[in-house]
Each structure stands twice: as structure tokens, then as C-alpha cells.
């Protein structure tokens, strides 16, 4: 799988867009077009991760991209910032969007300590990861019908070797993209879970 990329490249030099390219500005405020690029890019790892399994992840992530990209293309002017597309859209009193968006940064968090987890730790395994990371993000918010998916899901995580195999052929490279990439995710993630626990998000 390596070899699909060029030589030296990894699997982060193919992401139509990283998150160290989603702008935010001083106060914090996320760009809504290139967050959402960014996010369905973040959803082609799971294709990485190969397993069946994690479709229901990804579908979940991919249903809130397209219900958040919805109220932008319906509202674009009220909708140039994620905290612009939140606060007026409640105003409209709807949550469509904002409760994708609350969705989404959940799987966004899911995604980013499980991948911190497993960067920082060389001899841990995925499935250890993930899960460990399902614990502490989504699996309080899922019902006793969904926590079982989510769990096979973590189950079938391949090896560790496997995994950064598939991310390209150079190890040290690979760690330096993934770390940077984690880096600006988990900003995101910290920007988002802090306005979407603030009042101005609630419906």
C-alpha cells in the first residue's frame, strides 16, 4: 500500500486538505469550508484502518460533515465561521448543524486521543488505543445499542506495523506529519468542545 505514494511521500501528502491548514483567527473562530474539507480527509484514515468495522464511524462522521455543509450552503453568509453557523442557526431555532457539529467533534476527539494515544506510546497497539479512547470520548454519549458497534469496531483495528505501513515508507517522516497533523487537530478540538459546552451552543 506504501507504494502508492511517491517515493519518500506518506499518506498525509494525499489529504485534500491537513487541519494545520484550517484557518482560525485571534478570537478563535474556525473557518467553516476548509474545517469541513479537513474533516472528510480525516475520514479517509479509517479507510487506511481497512476494516469493515469502522464504516459505522465513518458514516456517523461523514452524516454530520454533510448536515453541517447543508446549513452552510443554505446560509453562507451567516455561515463563514463554525461559530457564526451555530449561533445562527439557533437563532432560527434549529440545531441540525449544531448537533452534527457537536457529533462530529466528538468523533473528531475520538479520532485524535486515540492516535495521540498510540504516537506516544511505540509499543502500544491500535485496538488498545481506540478503545482506551472510545472510553474516555463517544462511548458516554452511546446507547447500549451502538456501544457494541463502536467495540467491534476497536477489535478489528490492524496491527500497529500494518497501520504505519500503510501510512508510507518512511517511519520518521510519517511520525513528524502524523504529530503535526494531531497537533492542529487537537487545537481544533480544544477550540470546539470549549464552544460547544459554552450557553451560546445550547438549544
Do not use: C
Not at 32 to 42: I, M, N, R, V, W
Not at 83 to 107: C, F, M, P, Y
Not at 113 to 128: G, T
Amino acid at each position: 500500500m506504501a507504494t502508492a505514494y511517491p517515493p519518500g511521500g506518506t499518506f498525509f501528502d494525499t489529504l485534500k486538505r491537513s487541519f494545520v491548514d484550517v484557518p482560525v483567527d485571534a478570537s478563535n473562530k474556525i473557518s467553516t469550508t476548509e474545517f469541513l474539507e479537513a474533516a472528510e480527509s480525516l475520514v479517509t484514515l479509517f479507510d487506511v484502518l481497512g476494516s469493515v468495522a469502522f464504516n459505522p464511524v465513518k458514516s456517523d462522521m461523514t452524516g454530520n460533515i454533510k448536515k453541517i455543509r447543508d446549513r452552510q450552503l443554505a446560509a453562507p453568509t451567516l455561515s463563514e465561521t463554525l461559530q457564526d453557523l451555530v449561533i445562527n442557526e439557533l437563532k432560527e431555532k434549529k440545531h441540525v448543524a449544531t448537533e452534527g457539529l457537536l457529533w462530529l467533534s466528538r468523533g473528531l476527539d475520538f479520532t485524535a486521543q486515540a492516535l495521540r494515544a498510540n504516537l506516544a506510546n511505540p509499543s502500544q497497539e491500535l485496538a488498545d488505543s481506540f478503545r482506551a479512547s472510545y472510553g474516555n470520548t463517544l462511548k458516554k454519549h452511546h446507547s447500549f445499542i451502538i456501544k457494541p458497534i463502536f467495540s467491534a469496531a476497536m477489535s478489528a483495528t490492524p496491527y500497529r506495523k500494518d497501520f504505519y505501513k500503510k501510512l508510507g515508507d518512511d517511519q520518521q517522516k510519517i511520525d513528524a506529519k502524523l504529530g503535526e497533523w494531531l497537533g492542529a487537530l487537537e487545537k481544533v478540538v480544544g477550540i470546539l468542545n470549549t464552544f460547544m459546552a459554552s450557553k451560546e451552543a445550547k438549544w
